[in-house]
């Protein structure tokens, strides 16, 4: 891909504490000190939510809830590495 081709993706300086405080927790279903439980994971979430894979395959917060309870009762290791983030008001306190 060429560089040409990308965005030029850059924080608004006003919003850097947003994006620190999604950068520390992002992964969210993957920092065993934000939650282990299913209970947990309901609390970081409203009922609306819903997730969107790699794939761009999107996933209901039951088919995640039920995912999370199951990774955490057989617990792997976990290689999540995050990178190259940016943050965007797309509304009112929305980002």
């Not at 850097?16 to 520390?24: K, Y």
């Not at 927790?25 to 939510?49: C, K, V, Y």
């Not at 995912?67 to 590495?81: H, I, V």
């Amino acid at each position: 891909m060429s560089k040409n081709m990308e965005a030029n993706l850059v924080t608004d300086p006003k919003i850097l504490n947003v994006l620190n405080e999604l950068i520390q927790r992002e992964p969210i279903f993957h920092r065993p000190e934000l939650g282990r439980t299913r209970a947990d994971f309901e609390q970081m979430t409203e009922s609306t939510f819903w997730e969107v894979g790699a794939s761009g395959r999107r996933y209901s917060r039951q088919y995640v809830l039920d995912e999370m309870e199951k990774r955490y009762a057989s617990p792997e290791e976990d290689t999540w590495q995050t990178r190259d983030f940016h943050c965007l008001e797309i509304a009112a306190e929305n980002y």
